[in-house]
C-alpha cells in the first residue's frame, strides 16, 4: 500500500505542475517565448551595421506569435523588426541577446558607452559605435534617448560620420 501511495502522489505531483503551468501561460506567461516582449516599450525598427556598406540582402529578425524568427541575408546588415526597447542601448542589446551576439560597453558619467558588438571592438580599424534614430545622428549617450513606437534606429560600426548620415 506504502509503493501505491508513493506513485498516486508522483502522478499528483506532476499533474499539479502541468496545471499550474497551464494557468500561468493563460495568464500570459509563456515559458517556451524568447524574451525581449516588453509589452510596455515602444516597438521599433533596429538596423545594425557592421561596417560593410553592402544593404541589398540584410539578414532580418521578425518576431511571429512571440518567438524570434532569422531570415538569413548576404550583407553585413541586420534588421530587427517589431523590436521592445526604451532607448537605442537597449536596442541592442537586446538584439544581441535575440541573435547570440557577444555585447559589451562601458559606464561612463554621461551614460553607457557601447564598445563591442560581435567581436567589433571600437578603435579596430579606426571604426567605432555609433547611432542614429529616424536619420539623426546621436546628440546623447545611447542610454539616455527615450524611443518612441515606430522609431527607426541604426546602430552603425564605422570611422567617419560624416560619410554616411544614417549610419548605412
Not at 10 to 32: D, E, M, R, S, T
Not at 46 to 60: C, H, I, K, M, Q
Not at 70 to 82: D, L, M, R, Y
Request: glycine share 10%; net charge negative.
Amino acid at each position: 500500500m506504502e509503493r501505491g501511495g508513493k506513485k498516486e502522489l508522483g502522478f499528483a505531483a506532476v499533474g499539479f505542475v502541468i496545471f499550474a503551468l497551464l494557468i500561468l501561460f493563460l495568464a500570459g506567461f509563456n515559458p517556451l517565448q524568447n524574451g525581449h516582449i516588453d509589452k510596455d516599450a515602444p516597438r521599433i525598427t533596429l538596423t545594425v551595421n557592421f561596417g560593410g556598406r553592402d544593404a541589398s540582402e540584410p539578414e532580418e529578425w521578425f518576431l511571429n506569435d512571440g518567438v524570434w524568427m532569422q531570415k538569413t541575408g548576404n550583407s553585413s546588415t541586420v534588421i530587427f523588426h517589431n523590436l521592445s526597447a526604451e532607448n537605442p542601448f537597449e536596442a541592442l542589446k537586446n538584439a544581441s541577446d535575440i541573435a547570440g551576439w557577444s555585447f559589451s560597453y562601458e559606464n561612463y558619467s554621461y551614460g553607457k558607452l557601447v564598445v563591442s558588438v560581435n567581436g567589433y571592438n571600437n578603435g579596430d580599424g579606426g571604426a567605432y559605435w555609433q547611432y542614429w534614430v529616424n536619420g539623426v545622428y546621436a546628440s546623447v549617450s545611447s542610454d539616455s534617448y527615450a524611443l518612441a513606437h515606430d522609431d527607426i534606429v541604426v546602430w552603425s560600426f564605422s570611422s567617419s560620420v560624416a560619410r554616411n548620415s544614417r549610419g548605412v
